[in-house]
């Protein structure tokens, strides 16, 4: 199948009823449900074809499953889905007719901005410095030119991480503004909890080191004499976790105890 658009929709223990609507709304489109945790059947995801994984590989390893089953079936776009991320079949109609309008590109609803100092996340924002993951469309030619997501973030910056490597690859960030798409970032660990204060400590340090320019790495390492006391005072205990983690090289899904 020649210019078509596959949708990939990442589920970790979904609400079934709430993943049958969104496939159904996708009947028009090749539809991948991976499911990260192997708790679905082939009855809860309908018309789509489910990619059993027998435990949560993470956003960025789903996502690279999907695009590969994808590639397969010769789609030129990849639209990679979080299962709580909501449409309306008419927003879906108008985001694939933006879609095919664009050249080779990444391209969402959801845009979010980069601090120029720390290179920490800013969300929502009205800079387009990435788009985020839970509706992030990727043309085929972006990922033969790139490659995959860096599956070691596990969850959170791996969309940043993304984004950045494209736009140095040269290829543009398109904003897609168009109404009646929803999700509510941050609601799958839950905003503040000790996971979510562990993985986005850590990834940042992960995705500083990676790919920010010497003068943010230089900060964030002085800073550092700042931000454990803060994280300490604040009582953050999984943020200090996470700064741990990173000095140690320990990534992937966090295997620690006392959360």
Not at 159 to 187: G, M, Q, T
Request: net charge positive; glycine share 8%; with cysteine.
């Amino acid at each position: 199948m020649r210019n078509t658009i596959a949708f990939i929709i990442i589920a970790y223990h979904p609400n079934v009823e709430e993943l049958r609507a969104l496939v159904r709304l996708l009947t028009d489109h090749p539809t991948i449900v991976v499911d990260n945790g192997g708790t679905l059947t082939l009855n809860d995801v309908g018309r789509a074809t489910l990619l059993a994984q027998t435990k949560n590989l993470g956003y960025g390893a789903a996502a690279n499953i999907g695009i590969h089953h994808a590639s397969g079936l010769g789609s030129t776009w990849f639209v990679i889905l979080n299962q709580d991320t909501t449409f309306t079949k008419d927003s879906i109609r108008s985001f694939c007719k933006a879609l095919r309008k664009l050249p080779p590109c990444l391209a969402g609803p959801f845009a979010a901005g980069l601090d120029e100092k720390r290179w920490t996340a800013i969300l929502p924002s009205d800079r387009i410095d990435y788009l985020t993951g839970s509706c992030l469309a990727i043309h085929e030619k972006v990922v033969r030119k790139i490659g995959y997501f860096f599956e070691p973030y596990f969850i959170y910056y791996e969309d940043a991480e993304y984004c950045v490597r494209a736009k140095r690859a040269n290829f543009s960030l398109e904003k897609l503004d168009i109404a009646e798409i929803s999700h509510e970032e941050s609601l799958s660990l839950g905003k503040g909890s000790w996971l979510h204060q562990y993985y986005l400590a850590r990834n940042h340090l992960l995705f500083v080191h990676r790919l920010a320019p010497n003068s943010v790495k230089l900060y964030e390492l002085v800073r550092g004499i700042k931000t454990v006391p803060e994280h300490i005072v604040r009582r953050e205990f999984g943020a200090l976790a996470g700064i741990k983690d990173f000095l140690f090289g320990r990534f992937g899904e966090y295997q620690g105890r006392g959360v």
